[in-house]
């Protein structure tokens, strides 16, 4: 038998509420009779301590509270049985029905059974003869061994066999004496067959079934149990499968998902939310989410039937955001509640990156804005007179315009680049001629840092991709490695020809540390906050993206204090060519180009998001006219 009944029947006996008992034991009085509802269907379990505050605010010793289970016959019979085996119970019959009887002549314990069976007894004839009343027998009973005087307080061999004795053997009398009468009255077969039949069901098994060939009512009563039972097997597995369809449904969710009952039980739950708080083991709530500030809140919502939403801190920096909803039936009476748990770590993180970055656009575009108006007034007063001094402020505005044009350029850029409308204008691509035209464009700026700028690539092959693409890229990987290389370091821009051909810009400059590497690419992340450098944040992020759109990878390796290697990929250019899949969306072709031999295949990974064309002689024509002018 569960604490939880026990508890109930001695509140009943002493006429208390649930609410009035959960304020007696320290509960407060808005959630005192949820709790206890709790406690009593067994959805949670009292601890000592409540256990003995609860027997004390009920009367009874804390022993009362906790008995084996006598729930079932079966459970009743099995409990006699093991007294039989320990300590010499015996059952025989009499005239007047069926009897426990216990030998003291067979064992110590059996003689300490007897002891306490016979105080027992002699309480019970000072009850029959009237010399106590039925509230000091209860007294006597319920409070055991505390006021036995007969048996000197005897120590129970075992907490199960006083629990037990105290209330089975009461319980079993009327028991046996039923069985009794069955026994001697003669019960027909069918009768006996429904039995068995009713037996096997309550085990689960629907696939019985009774003797309808009898007549009368005994044929009648088995065709009912049959159709009973096919109703019940019927609806038994339409239960399941929706059962099984809604924890389908619950473990597809990401989120996690926690339902109760209205007495506080766990109906649902799902593996999401065992992985948030690390569960394995669960049957109550708190095995669940070990923590009770969270049920707490489901209990305000079953009593107030009015939504919450509330936030959680999990270790390791984790943010959750839990929404409860109470569960109501058809007629308006609040049935559960159900709460979602949503990891909003990731979303709380874009969120400041998106107010850091709302704080560094305005930053940028006021800071040209508040340079041009403070020029614009002297000039417009005409405090300005010189020409010298007037071209001046002229070009400074004029710097602080192409600043703001800039940012607002790569602002919209990435923006077409991320929605797909930014085209990619593939074809075969010299990178051996790019590199070198990018250090030769560079190579005066670099030398005014006081830095070397290196090209470490010969024979590179054609790449099939957009030039000015890779260009762009190469123009922003390259400015980075300016900005913060400092004078006496060096950059390099390298190529390696391997399935991909591996273009990579490498610097000796200060170096990024490892926990910034991850979010490197982001949209509007910055390195250095201090904004001293004065880079808007996105270029690498434009980088990123248009290696995306063109199917490539870009990659970045960096050491503090040692220097930063960045990696992109291209793929090679195969005559008579093309490569395999599916064409993007965001690619179109050089009209110089045309399509050929398709039965030729790409050498490497065949991942291409768009074909490949070869050039017309046209063009090959063309650069190998360059090519033999350069050598010259």
């Not at 009874?60 to 049985?81: E, K, N, R």
């Not at 059962?243 to 799902?270: E, M, P, W």
């Not at 992985?275 to 209990?299: I, R």
């Not at 054609?462 to 390259?478: H, N």
Request: glycine share 8%; charged share 25%; aromatic share 6%.
């Amino acid at each position: 038998m569960a604490i939880g009944e026990r508890i109930r029947f001695f509140r009943n006996l002493r006429g208390m509420t649930q609410k009035y008992l959960g304020q007696v034991v320290g509960f407060p009085e808005k959630t005192a009779d949820i709790r206890m509802a709790q406690y009593e269907s067994g959805s949670r379990t009292p601890k000592a301590e409540l256990t003995e505050s609860l027997a004390g605010a009920l009367g009874v010793s804390p022993l009362a509270l906790s008995v084996p289970d006598i729930d079932s016959y079966l459970g009743l019979m099995h409990t006699l049985f093991t007294l039989e085996d320990r300590y010499g119970l015996t059952v025989e019959t009499g005239e007047n029905g069926v009897f426990l009887r216990v030998d003291p002549r067979k064992g110590k314990d059996a003689a300490e059974l007897s002891e306490m069976l016979t105080a027992w007894a002699e309480q019970a004839e000072r009850l029959r003869n009237g010399e106590i009343n039925r509230e000091d027998y209860d007294k006597w009973r319920y409070n055991y061994p505390k006021y036995d005087e007969a048996s000197g307080y005897v120590k129970v061999p075992s907490q199960q066999l006083s629990d037990a004795l105290m209330f089975t053997v009461v319980l079993v009398l009327p028991a046996f004496m039923l069985l009794t009468v069955v026994g001697t009255n003669s019960i027909s077969r069918p009768l006996t067959e429904m039995a068995n039949v009713a037996i096997e069901m309550s085990k689960g098994n629907f696939e019985v079934r009774a003797d309808e060939t009898s007549s009368g009512e005994t044929g009648i009563l088995a065709r009912a149990l049959n159709t009973l039972c096919d109703n019940l097997s019927q609806t038994i597995y339409q239960l399941q499968n929706e059962k099984r369809q809604l924890n389908q449904l619950l473990t597809s969710f990401t989120d996690g998902v926690a339902a109760i009952d209205r007495l506080g039980c766990l109906t649902h739950y799902n593996p999401a939310l065992m992985d948030m708080f690390g569960a394995v083991d669960v049957h109550t709530p708190m095995d669940l989410v070990p923590d009770e500030k969270v049920w707490h809140e489901f209990d305000s919502v079953l009593e107030t039937q009015k939504s919450k939403t509330l936030s959680y801190s999990l270790p390791g920096n984790r943010a959750l955001w839990i929404s409860i909803v109470p569960v109501l039936a058809e007629n308006g009476e609040c049935i559960g509640a159900v709460g979602l748990f949503k990891d909003v770590t990731e979303f709380e993180r874009l969120e400041q990156t998106r107010r850091d970055y709302v704080a560094n656009v305005s930053h940028e575009l006021r800071t040209p804005l508040t340079a041009v108006r403070g020029l614009l007034e002297p000039l417009s007063d005409g405090m300005v007179k010189d020409a010298e001094t007037q071209k001046r402020y002229y070009d400074i505005m004029m710097h602080e315009v192409l600043r703001m044009s800039r940012l607002i350029t790569d602002l919209l850029q990435l923006s077409r680049l991320q929605s797909g409308s930014e085209y990619m204008e593939v074809s075969a691509v010299n990178l051996q001629e790019l590199l070198e035209e990018m250090q030769q464009n560079y190579k005066v700026e670099a030398a005014q840092h006081g830095i070397r700028l290196e090209l470490k690539a010969e024979n590179v092959p054609y790449a099939m991709t957009d030039r000015d693409r890779v260009e762009q890229i190469l123009v922003i990987l390259i400015d980075n490695a300016m900005r913060y290389t400092p004078e006496g370091g060096s950059i390099t821009l390298s190529a390696e020809a391997g399935e991909r051909i591996v273009v990579s810009v490498t610097d000796t400059g200060c170096g990024i540390a490892a926990e910034e590497l991850p979010h490197l690419f982001e949209r509007f992340y910055k390195v250095d906050k201090s904004r001293k450098e004065g880079g808007t944040g996105l270029g690498l992020s434009i980088a990123k993206q248009i290696i995306d759109n063109l199917g490539e990878q870009i990659t970045v390796q960096s050491v503090v204090g040692k220097g930063t290697s960045f990696h992109f990929t291209l793929k090679r250019y195969v005559s008579n060519a093309i490569a395999l899949g599916p064409s993007s969306p965001g690619v179109v072709y050089s009209e110089d180009v045309g399509l050929q031999n398709q039965n030729d295949v790409l050498t490497g990974q065949q991942d291409a998001p768009y074909e490949i064309i070869e050039p017309k002689a046209e063009k090959i024509e063309k650069h190998q006219k360059k090519e033999k002018k350069k050598r010259k």
